[in-house]
């Protein structure tokens, strides 16, 4: 891992998150590090499944909307991203990552349970 670069954790066992990251891959910038969380120990993946995860170049946690909007900046379309955490449009914007968020865990358990 490079710390001079954020770097996004995601959950590489997620088809919708995979795909996402695939999406990012081909258009991000050279100041950005896609991590899949099963590189990780196990008992810190738990943790990272809950939401994304983006550590800063200089070491700082954001985590959700935040993590998501931070790495789509690193592309062309990250002042369009950026206007996602705008006091207008923010609470919008929370309310469907939390709605996706939702989802995503129910998906998950499903999978775990079909094996």
Excluded: F
Aim: with cysteine; proline share 3%; glycine share 6%.
């Amino acid at each position: 891992m490079n710390r001079e670069k954020d770097t996004l954790y995601y959950d590489d066992a997620c088809p919708v998150c995979s795909a996402e990251m695939a999406r990012l891959a081909k258009y991000h910038d050279e100041g950005l590090e896609l991590l899949p969380i099963t590189s990780l120990a196990a008992e810190d993946q738990a943790a990272m499944r809950s939401e994304l995860h983006l550590k800063t170049e200089d070491g700082q946690w954001v985590k959700g909307l935040e993590a998501n909007v931070r790495a789509w900046e690193h592309t062309r379309y990250g002042s369009v991203a950026g206007l996602l955490l705008h006091p207008a449009l923010r609470w919008l914007a929370e309310l469907g990552y939390r709605m996706w968020l939702l989802w995503y865990q129910w998906a998950r358990k499903r999978r775990e349970a079909n094996g």
